[in-house]
Structures are given as C-alpha cells and as structure tokens.
C-alpha cells in the first residue's frame, strides 16, 4: 500500500501541542482534551446535526469555497460546531460555551451561532485572541516562514539567532539611533516583551522610554530578550517533560 | 433543550434492522456490524482521506446537489467509503472488498471506486441486489407507500390483507379470469412467490402454469401466499426474539 492510515500518525501534532499546553500551566482537573479524531465518536452525531443546517451556498459564502474544494472542507464547520454543543448534550440542559480563539477562525463559530438556536442549543461567546507578532516585522508569526516565530521547543541557541534576526524599531545605524530614538512601537523584539516576557507594566513602559530615548540600543535589548526566553524554554522543557498527556488522549 | 441528541436515539433503527438481519441467519462468526455513528472512530480518520479527493463538483455532479444542499450530503459519500477500506487499513495490506447493493448505493461507491487508486487502496466490487416489488403493481416497494410491502414485524392479520389488497395479473373478472388466464409476469403476488416464497423452480412454474391456464384463482393464490407469510412471520418473530444484538453494538 502506498499509504499507511492510522490514529496514531493523527494524533501526532495533537500529542505535542498538548504537552505544551500542559507545561504553561493549564489546570489539569479542569481540563477535557478533545481531539476530532479520538473523540469523532461524542462529535460526529451533533456534527451531523449541525450538516443539516448548513448548506453549501452557505459555506462558500463564509469561506470563499469554489466547486473546485474538497467535500472536507465543506463539511468542516459542522465538526468545528460540535464542542460548542457537547456539554449541553451531556448534561442534557443549556450549558454555555466560550471560545477563545484567534480571528481566523471566527467565521466558523459564526455560523455555529447561527445553527444553534435551530437546535435548541444557547449560542456559544467567543473571546477573540490577539495574533502572535512576527519577528520578521509586520503581521502575523507563521510556522512555515522560518524566523517569524520561536517554537517552543527550539533549542535556546537557535532562539537566540531569531531574536538577533529580528526586525526592530531601532535606527538605520548606532549612531542615527542614539540621536533619533527607536520605534518600539513597530519594533518585534518590543512586542515580545509587550506580549509575554515583561510582565511589569512600570518596566514595559521604561523599556519603552529607553529605546524611544536612544539610550537602549538593539543589540542590548535583544540580549535581554534572548535571556528571558532561553530561560523560559530551558524552564517549559523540563515542565514538559513532567506532564503525562495520555490519560487526556484515550478514548473519549 | 428542544431536542435531546443521544446515539441511543440515533441507534435506534440500526437494533431494529440488525435484529432482523441475525434473525434471518447471517452466521455470527463472520459478522461485524458497523454502525457509522458508532463506529466513526475507525471510519472518521478514513473519511477524511477519502474527503481530499471528492470535490463538491463531483458530487454535485453525481447526485445532483445544489448549492442549497446541505454540507451533510457533500460529505456522506466520505464515510460510505470508509467501509470499503476499513479491512485494508487494519491488515496494513490490500484487503478487497465486494459490496452487495440496490442500485440506488451504486453512485457512491463509483466514487469510492475512483479515489481507491490515490490512496493507495484496492477498489471495491459491488454486487447489485434486484429491488424489493411493491404490492401495489409496478416499481419497488417503498416503506413510506403503505401497503406496498410487508414489513417483518407487521402482525399476521396485517400482511393478510396487504396481501389480499394486492395487484395482480388475474382477469377483470372471475369468469374472464377461468376463460383468458392471468398474467403472472405482471403479477405482484406472483413474484413475492418468485422472490421469496417458493424456492422450487418446478413448483413456482407450476404456479406459473395453473394462473396462466386460469385454473388458480387470485383468491386461492392469495391465501396460499398469505399463509406461507403467516408462517415465516411467525418464525421471524420466534427467532428475532432469541438474537442478541448488543454484543455487535458496542463500542467498536
């Protein structure tokens, strides 16, 4: 056979992310991994549900799909509805959902919205997440273009030639910086402290100040930056090693 | 809640059938039952594959959807499929499969039939069972069309009058009947005798025969019929009542 189908070649990415996932901090006694695959059994009778309720011209509106696209795709949002629901199934009353998720994903939890009152079920809220800043500049990080972003389990020294490649706010020379300031606030290295590693609002803002000013230079506050992340992946390796991910990822 | 989803719900008509089904005499030990919402664990992961391959304009172009279709039917052609390799994903090797079904199945097995190569799997061969005659003349029975068929679990006194309500190929008349003869080849009665009820070739000529000369009345013919259905019903219903189902029902 050319190909080799199997849970576990599926269920791969989803065992990774989620020892992440455990390593941050997540409360183990309240949490409930769902996976599509492993837990198809709980989603596929309510994502059916959903599929009745939603039609093709639907779908190609939201999502831009043409005839051309797979019938998965097509059928996706329906799978994508169906945690929305899975308690209230459960507990066999209204239990409310919210969503955390980044914008893209919205239009999915869009239409769940629009379906669930067809079903009896409340509306699911959603809580839309910021974008991971790039370190190559403007927009979003993305797995595929190498740089943009430090993966969680990339070795510290790999980490710190991002940091040291990263686009900044700074000036065109040490010189021009020093006299003009810095721009952090279209700097990623600022974004980075702004997003996860300077918890101290008093420190972001003097950070802020000192680049604005010229007496931070790049190359001193992208140091400080890869320290703090080295530490943090030295420190979320060892707690990921720790996390057991199995008893969330057996059968529903 | 309006409704209350549960797969006791959705597996309601699956017992039902399988009952009949095991009552019938399918041998226990070469059997297993899979019942999609049940079972999607194993069919889902293969589904999904299958899903790649089908655009929505190949199925809109086979079974005549439309945009205001629901996304449930783009997709179902997916987990038809899944069956067919679901032998070949767990050997890990090419397993064939023969799928006995009315032709009304065939269209979404043509397409599984053309994905098969790209993943890598052997096509499936499909048996085409004839379709079940309506009692009402022409055409198939329907479960919907009353009367147009006895239903396994009907009682006794019921499918004696379906049967006596039947369309046949006797003359307008008794005497036209004894003086011209019928016509078995349109007789709905006489092909549940064809179908079912008279294994014997020689005995379903002859029953052939005595209608075509008019000598057997439709009367009699019907109450013979009726009594031989009387018969298996009963049977039906003793051995309905000693399968056990449930061990094919669990989890998959």
Known sequence: MKKKLSLEETGSFARENLKDILALGFD?????????TKDITQLYPIALKVAKHLTA?????????????NVGLFFF???????????????????????????DQ??????????????GFPKPALIHSKFFPSLLGEGKMSSSAEG?????????????????DAVTGGGGTLKE?????GKPEVCSVFKYYEYFFEEGDEKLREIYELCKSGELICGDCKRMLAERVA?????????REKVNVEKFLTQG
């Open 57 to 69: 011209s639907t779908v190609k509106a939201t999502f831009g799909f043409e005839d051309s696209d």
């Open 231 to 239: 530490r943090f992946l030295r420190e979320h390796k060892k707690r």
């Open 148 to 164: 943009s972003c430090i993966f969680l389990n990339d070795d510290e020294e790999i980490a710190k030639q991002k940091i040291f």
């Open 106 to 119: 919205d239009p999915h939890f869009r239409l769940t919205r629009d379906v669930a009152p067809k079903l």
């Open 28 to 36: 183990e006694r309240n949490l409930e991994v769902i996976v599509d």
């Open 77 to 103: 949002t329906s799978i994508q509805s169906a945690p929305a629901f899975i308690e209230s199934v459960r507990k066999g009353r209204h239990v409310f959902c919210l969503i955390p998720c980044a914008i």
């Open 177 to 181: 910086h020093r006299e003009k300031g």
